[in-house]
C-alpha cells in the first residue's frame, strides 16, 4: 500500500505473510511501510497504492494526541510492549487492539523510525485466535510437554505423545522400550501424571541395581526375621505404590524367581512378604521399561514368555536422539535454560557452529549424554554463548572430521547448516529460528543474506 525505497522487497513478503499489523513509522510520524494484515485490520484494498500519510491520520487511536502517543515515547526511548488501546476503521467502527513497538536502527545505532505491530483483540476474533496461537506456537516452537519436560517436534515423539492421554487413561500394563537415556522414566511419570491415579503414589524401581534377594524384599516387603539383619517388618515398594503407579525400570535385569512372583501379582493384585503367609491386596498399575530385546530373551530362557504378554499390554518404543535429529536444537535449549538457573550464568545461546557439531554428532548416550554436554558446555563457558571449543573433545573431533565433498567442513558451511536446521524448524520464521540459535534477529537476516540463504 505504502512505497518506500529503504525496504527490502523480501522483508517486504515476509511482514505481508504475518497475521499482524505491522507498521513501519520515519521521524515525521510517517508511514512507510503497512502489511496487509494492518491493510485489512483498517478497512482498506489490498494493494491500494497511495501516498505517505501521518500515521494519527490513518490509525486513529484513542491514544493519538495524547501524553500516550507511542511515538512520542519512543522518542524518550521508552519501547511500549502489550499497550492496549482502540483505532478506528476506514468505516468508522473501533476495535480493541494489543500496541507493542520497537526502534528502527540505521548501521550507526542511531534511531531512524518505529515499528509498530497491532493486534485485533476484538471478542469475535480473540476467540478463534487464541486456539490458532497455541497451534502456532506448539508448532512453530516444535515444544510439547506433557508430564515433566519432554521435548521435541520429531514426528516420532509427537505420534508417542499424541497417544499419551489415551494410554494414560487405562489401566492397562505398559512395557516403555528404548535405549539407555532416551527418556523412558519421563514417559512413565507423564503416564502417571495424566491417570486417575495421579494423586496416588509413582514409586519406581530400578531393577538391575538391585541383587535377587534385595530387589524382591523391595518389591513385596519383609517380615521380622524373615533373613539376617531383618528386624523388623517392612512394607515394600508394591504396598507403598497400592492405588497408583509403579515402575520397574530395567525389567529385564529380572531374576526368573522374581518374574514368577511378578507374575502373581499381575495376574491377581496379590503376593506374600517375604518369610510370611499372609497375603497381601494391592491395585497397582504396573510401567516397566528396559533397553534389553525381552523377545530375544524369551528365546534364550532369561525372560518368561507370559510375564512378557503380561507386561506388555500396551507397549510404546521411543527413538534413540539420533532419529530425531531435529529436537536437538530444542533439547540443548531447554538444558540451556536449565543450567543458566543452576550455574547461576546468563548464556543466551549456542553458535551456530556449535549447533551443528551437536546435529553430526550421533549421541549414542541419547538425551542423557547430551544433557552432560551442556553441562560440560557450562562449566567450560565463561561468555554469553557456548562455542565448539566448550563442547567435549570427541564431539569437536567427530565433526572436524566430518568430510564434505572431499574437505572438511569450512565455519561458513557449518553456519550454513544450523541456520538451514533452524529455519526449517520454525517454518521460516526468523524470530523462532533466531531464538534458537541464541541471535537476534538482525544477525540472523544478516547471515540469511551474507551466506545466499533462499
Given at each position: 500500500m505504502f512505497d518506500s525505497n529503504s525496504r527490502a522487497q523480501?522483508?517486504?513478503?515476509?511482514?505481508?505473510?504475518i497475521s499482524d499489523g505491522v507498521m513501519t513509522i520515519d521521524l515525521h510520524k510517517r508511514i512507510t511501510f503497512a502489511n496487509r494484515a494492518l491493510q485489512r485490520m483498517l478497512g482498506y484494498e489490498e494493494g491500494v497504492k497511495e501516498q505517505l500519510v501521518a500515521c494519527d491520520v490513518l490509525v486513529q487511536s484513542s491514544i493519538c494526541s495524547s501524553q500516550d502517543c507511542v511515538f512520542e515515547r519512543a522518542l524518550q526511548g521508552d519501547r511500549v510492549t502489550q499497550f492496549e488501546a482502540m483505532v478506528r476503521r476506514r468505516d468508522g467502527v473501533l476495535i480493541p487492539v494489543n500496541i507493542s513497538t520497537d526502534f528502527l536502527l540505521d548501521q550507526d545505532g542511531k534511531m531512524v523510525g518505529l515499528v509498530e505491530v497491532i493486534r485485533d483483540m476484538s471478542w469475535a476474533r480473540q476467540l478463534c485466535q487464541k486456539t490458532a496461537e497455541v497451534s502456532?506456537?506448539?508448532?512453530?516452537?516444535?515444544?510439547?510437554?506433557?508430564?515433566?519436560?519432554?521435548?521435541?517436534?520429531?514426528?516420532?515423539?509427537?505420534?508417542?505423545?499424541?497417544?499419551?492421554?489415551?494410554?494414560?487413561?487405562?489401566?492397562?500394563?505398559?512395557?516403555?522400550?528404548?535405549?539407555?537415556?532416551?527418556?523412558?522414566?519421563?514417559?512413565?511419570?507423564?503416564?502417571?501424571?495424566?491417570?486417575?491415579?495421579?494423586?496416588?503414589?509413582?514409586?519406581?524401581?530400578?531393577?538391575?541395581?538391585?541383587?535377587?534377594?534385595?530387589?524382591?524384599s523391595e518389591l513385596f516387603g519383609h517380615v521380622k526375621g524373615a533373613f539376617t539383619n531383618a528386624f523388623f517388618d517392612k512394607p515394600g515398594r508394591f504396598e507403598m505404590a497400592d492405588g497408583g503407579t509403579i515402575f520397574l525400570d530395567e525389567i529385564g535385569e529380572m531374576s526368573p524367581a522374581t518374574q514368577v512372583k511378578l507374575l502373581g501379582v499381575l495376574e491377581r493384585g496379590r503376593f506374600e512378604r517375604v518369610g510370611s503367609n499372609e497375603t497381601q491386596i494391592v491395585d497397582v498399575r504396573i510401567v516397566a521399561a528396559t533397553n534389553r530385546n525381552l523377545e530375544h530373551d524369551v528365546q534364550s530362557g532369561r525372560f518368561r514368555e507370559d510375564l512378557l504378554y503380561r507386561i506388555r499390554v500396551i507397549p510404546i518404543e521411543l527413538p534413540p536422539l539420533r532419529e530425531r535429529k531435529e529436537d536437538i536444537p530444542l533439547l540443548a535449549n531447554h538444558f540451556r535454560l536449565k543450567f543458566n538457573e543452576v550455574m547461576r550464568k546468563q548464556i543466551v545461546g549456542l553458535s551456530p557452529v556449535c549447533l551443528t557439531a551437536l546435529l553430526d554428532y550421533a549421541f549414542p548416550g541419547n538425551i542423557r549424554e547430551l544433557q552432560n554436554v551442556m553441562e560440560h558446555a557450562f562449566v567450560c563457558c565463561q561468555k554469553d554463548m557456548v562455542e565448539l571449543a566448550h563442547l567435549p573433545e570427541d564431539i569437536q573431533n567427530?565433526?572436524?572430521?566430518?568430510?564434505?565433498?572431499?574437505?572438511?567442513?569450512?565455519?561458513?558451511?557449518?553456519?550454513?547448516?544450523?541456520?538451514?536446521?533452524?529455519?526449517?524448524?520454525?517454518?521460516?520464521?526468523?524470530?523462532?529460528?533466531?531464538?534458537?540459535?541464541?541471535?537476534?534477529?538482525?544477525?540472523?537476516?544478516?547471515?540469511?543474506?551474507?551466506?545466499?540463504?533462499?
Open positions: 523480501g522483508a517486504e513478503t515476509i511482514l505481508d505473510c502456532e506456537l506448539r508448532h512453530c516452537l516444535g515444544e510439547q510437554t506433557i508430564g515433566n519436560h519432554i521435548v521435541g517436534r520429531s514426528p516420532k515423539l509427537q505420534e508417542i505423545l499424541g497417544k499419551l492421554p489415551t494410554i494414560a487413561a487405562s489401566k492397562a500394563s505398559i512395557l516403555i522400550t528404548g535405549e539407555s537415556g532416551t527418556g523412558k522414566e519421563l514417559i512413565a511419570q507423564a503416564l502417571h501424571a495424566h491417570s486417575p491415579r495421579s494423586q496416588a503414589p509413582f514409586v519406581v524401581v530400578n531393577c538391575s541395581s538391585l541383587s535377587e534377594g534385595v530387589l524382591e567427530v565433526v572436524q572430521k566430518k568430510p564434505r565433498s572431499g574437505k572438511a567442513k569450512s565455519l561458513g558451511d557449518l553456519e550454513r547448516q544450523a541456520i538451514r536446521v533452524a529455519l526449517r524448524n520454525s517454518s521460516g520464521r526468523l524470530r523462532q529460528a533466531s531464538q534458537q540459535l541464541g541471535i537476534s534477529r538482525t544477525t540472523l537476516w544478516r547471515k540469511v543474506k551474507e551466506l545466499g540463504l533462499d
